[in-house]
């Protein structure tokens, strides 16, 4: 059964620096893996998709990385904002899921001070 | 519309009392998910839908539970004799296809509907 940790659960840093968010699964057998961004009181806004054959995604000064075979995803924000306050929840996408079924880390809530 | 809806936002009932939760996908998708994410847990899948498929309702905790998808559009996830453990958010989610995996396809998620049993 495919797990999905993501460590650490909470990550407090002054604005500016760099975050650097950390999922792992235990099953390399996946389709792809996302990035969600979830504010309080609301649903999931995904932020980047790697598919299996990619090492990495970058969208503005968000970057994710995949390492397949060790099962690693990392996800990187340049110069952090206090905006980008929020809780960061990776998903993996596995072949042995039937459907588009994701499984789900339990999240990293990140605050940045201005 | 321009995005996942769901109603209502929040739904306050008595332990044993029937919840109805209503999910409107984006238009056009044909794929449609339920997941529930309780108080310090991840996001747990219920049931999807694809189409006019027989819907994957592996996820589902207890026969309590039930869902359906009228017309292909919208659902309704209906939560009867509700328990105390029933509390959480309960989130849908839309995207444009199933079938074919080579797509990726992202997920779409709605607000949710925050349910406490009391």
């Known amino acids: 059964k495919q797990e999905v940790t993501q460590i650490p659960a909470a990550l407090s840093v002054p604005e500016g620096e760099n975050l650097v968010l950390n999922c792992s699964f235990t099953d390399s057998a996946i389709y792809n893996l996302q990035w969600f961004r979830q504010d309080p009181g609301k649903g999931l806004t995904s932020l980047l998709l790697?598919?299996?054959?990619?090492r990495e995604q970058t969208s503005g000064r968000l970057n994710a990385s995949l390492d397949k075979s060790s099962g690693r995803s990392t996800l990187y924000i340049a110069a952090s904002q206090p905006g980008d306050s929020a809780t960061y929840l990776c998903?993996?996408?596995?072949?042995?899921?039937?459907?588009?079924?994701?499984?789900f880390g339990g999240g990293t809530r990140v605050l940045v001070k201005p | 519309g321009a995005g996942v809806s769901q109603s209502p936002s929040n739904k306050v009932t008595e332990k044993g009392k029937d919840v109805e939760l209503r999910c409107d996908p984006i238009?056009?998708?044909?794929?449609l998910y339920w997941y529930r994410q309780s108080l310090g847990q991840g996001l747990e899948f219920l049931i999807y839908?694809?189409?006019?498929?027989?819907?994957?309702k592996s996820g589902l905790p207890s026969d309590r539970f039930s869902a359906e998808r009228t017309g292909g559009s919208v659902s309704t996830l209906t939560i009867q004799r509700t328990q105390q453990e029933d509390s959480a958010v309960y989130l849908c989610?839309?995207?444009?296809?199933?079938?074919?995996?080579?797509?990726?396809?992202?997920?779409?998620f709605g607000s949710g509907t925050q349910l406490s049993v009391l």
């Open positions: 238009s056009g998708h044909t794929a």
């Open positions: 790697i598919q299996s054959s990619q």
């Open positions: 998903a993996v996408n596995g072949i042995k899921a039937a459907g588009n079924k994701l499984t």
């Open positions: 989610a839309s995207s444009l296809s199933v079938i074919s995996r080579a797509t990726n396809e992202k997920l779409f």
């Open positions: 839908f694809q189409g006019n498929s027989a819907p994957d």
